[in-house]
């Protein structure tokens, strides 16, 4: 799915709700969406999930290097119609395998069928796998993916929709929100992917001071520094596209150079806490891991105790919401607490409060101007956001 020589098409994974604002990240590396999409309302390039994009393989590097958002970053080989196993097998031998995979390599492989006559999704990777050996002259071992492993497999994703085969192959690796940093976790911990997507989505710019009250294992706060000290999420990670054929060592250390080498930002308060102890030493344990423990304020304290300075800013966080952490204690007037705390405290101030609970939502008694719905660990929430 080349459409001129070197130039891909990608697909930028990413949780659904926060599509636009993976597109602005994309937008600001500079790099372009793929054609007009053809649903009236869209954004070029944007889809349910994700985004793509046209680029070429240095753009796939930075993408998985500096987008926040991103679970995965995808190279779409081809998309055919296709109606039964044999004529996938073919088409599917014709893709250039060999610039992704060695002969012999280990393949794991991800297959959804939707309204298609193909619905056996093992016998559909049984046929792509039989389809590499065609082209490469010898048959790839297929083994379960593993999270965290420095031997995974090279991941092959097929989508079946309509009788149309998608089939592409994950640059990426383990998924994005593996910053590195985080090996401990409070209660109900956030990807780093999703609290990334709420800063970005509350709208807080980087340069004003942020307070996450109910920080837990510090996800939002180190997410918060990352942001706005320019340091890019993949740089202590490694990628399967490092093990690709082909790979420009010169070009990947280009990148890091140029990361290392940004202008040093503005000092920011940020300012995290909880009323958990624990948590709080993991966050701080979690915040050196990410070289930003020293940006980032840590107390031990009640949503009612906090101090915030005197020039506003933004309150980001994630308070409890009854599903997994508290389900049998009532959480009511917590949230009143937290909302007349704000009022007292924070005037004119900008939030945005994740919940799975719009009662618990409304007994803060704040206005909310923007509601997201998000998914978090497989739980419907909602990110509201507002003025106090």
């Known amino acids: 799915m080349e459409t001129s020589p070197g130039l891909l098409k990608v697909f930028a994974v990413c949780a659904p709700g926060l599509e636009p604002f993976m597109g602005q990240e994309l937008r ?13 309302g869209e954004h070029a390039g944007e889809e349910e ?23 995965r970053i995808l190279v779409r080989l081809d998309e055919f119609y296709t109606t039964t196993f044999s004529e996938l097998r073919k088409k599917a031998s014709r893709l250039a395998w060999e610039k992704y995979i060695k002969a012999g390599q280990p393949v794991s492989f991800h297959v959804t069928c939707r309204k298609s006559k193909l619905y056996h999704s093992d016998a559909v990777a049984e046929r792509v796998q039989g389809a590499i050996q065609d082209h490469m002259g010898k048959l790839p071992a297929a083994s379960k993916l593993k999270e965290g492993s420095d031997n995974s497999p090279q991941l092959i994703i097929v989508r079946l929709v309509n009788d149309r085969c998608t089939i592409s192959v994950d ?35 980087g340069t004003a001071p ?53 202008e040093q930002a503005d000092p920011v308060q940020i300012m995290a806490s909880d009323r958990d102890a624990g948590a709080i030493q993991i966050a701080q344990s979690n915040a050196e891991r990410a070289g930003v423990a ?15 300075p ?34 007292l405290k924070c005037p004119g101030w900008n939030f945005g409060l994740l919940s799975s609970d719009l009662k618990l939502l409304g007994n803060t008694g704040l206005e909310y101007t923007n509601m997201l719905n998000l998914v978090n660990g497989g739980i419907e929430v909602k990110f509201a956001t507002g003025k106090v």
């Open 310 to 343: 005197a020039l506003p800013g933004w309150i980001v966080t994630n308070p409890p919401y009854g599903v997994r952490v508290s389900a049998d204690h009532d959480l009511r007037n917590l949230y009143a607490q937290m909302g007349k705390v704000f009022r």
């Open 28 to 40: 600001n590396l500079g790099i372009s969406p793929a054609a007009a999409a053809s649903t009236a």
């Open 171 to 205: 640059s990426s690796g383990d998924l994005l929100h593996r910053r590195g940093y985080r090996l401990e976790t409070a209660k109900a911990p956030l990807r780093e992917t999703l609290a990334a997507g709420l800063l970005l989505a509350s709208g807080w710019d």
């Open 210 to 262: 942020l307070i996450d009250p109910f920080c837990g294992s510090g996800t939002i706060p180190i997410e918060a520094a990352l942001m706005a000290n320019h340091i890019p999420p993949g740089l202590q990670r490694k990628f399967s596209f490092m093990d690709w054929p082909g790979f420009s060592m010169t070009e990947w250390q280009k990148l890091l150079d140029s990361a290392n080498s940004g």
């Open 49 to 71: 999930g994700g985004f793509e994009f046209s680029g070429y393989r240095k753009d796939i590097y930075r993408a998985n290097l500096h987008l926040r958002i991103a679970s």
């Open 294 to 308: 020293q940006l980032i304020q840590f107390s031990c304290r009640a949503v009612s105790a906090i101090e915030p």
